[in-house]
């Protein structure tokens, strides 16, 4: 079994900063692949970005040239650099896995619920305008 546990959420002004934490644990072998998604209130979960098993990254028309997905794979830990934030922005961000080989970023991004094996609890972040 994997575990996901997220941190670095909070309270932020619009046009500032914020590094999610994905801590993983519970699997030492093999390559998965890795996204993150929000929901936010009243709206349905959705990717906002993935890394594949090749290693290839995807972003959300919405993000892209503002937020970062990375992996530090020493640590088993994911993050998401988030920048120039927006009160849109708003909402719970949730770390997810998937063992499936070949699954690309792409893939990851547009996943269901449950279309990824793994997922952590959240963390809940809020842009202020």
């Known amino acids: 079994q994997l575990q996901l546990a997220e941190s670095g959420g909070g309270s932020v002004q619009a ?3 914020l590094r999610l934490s994905c801590a993983a644990s519970g699997y030492s072998y093999g390559t ?11 709206k349905e979960r959705e990717g ?3 890394i594949g098993t090749d290693g290839s990254t995807a972003y959300t ?4 040239g503002r937020f970062t997905i990375s992996k530090d794979s020493a640590k088993n830990t994911l993050y998401l650099q ?7 922005d708003t909402g719970m961000y949730y770390c997810a ?6 699954m690309t970023a792409t893939q990851v991004l547009g ?6 094996d793994y997922w952590g609890k959240g963390t809940l972040v809020f842009v202020s305008s």
């Open 15 to 17: 046009g500032g900063s």
């Open 32 to 42: 998965y692949s890795m996204g993150w998604f929000r929901q936010a209130p009243g």
């Open 48 to 50: 906002v970005a993935a």
């Open 61 to 64: 028309d919405s993000v892209k």
């Open 82 to 88: 988030m920048n120039s934030l927006k009160p849109e």
């Open 97 to 102: 896995a998937d063992l499936e080989l070949g």
């Open 111 to 116: 996943a269901t619920y449950y279309g990824m």
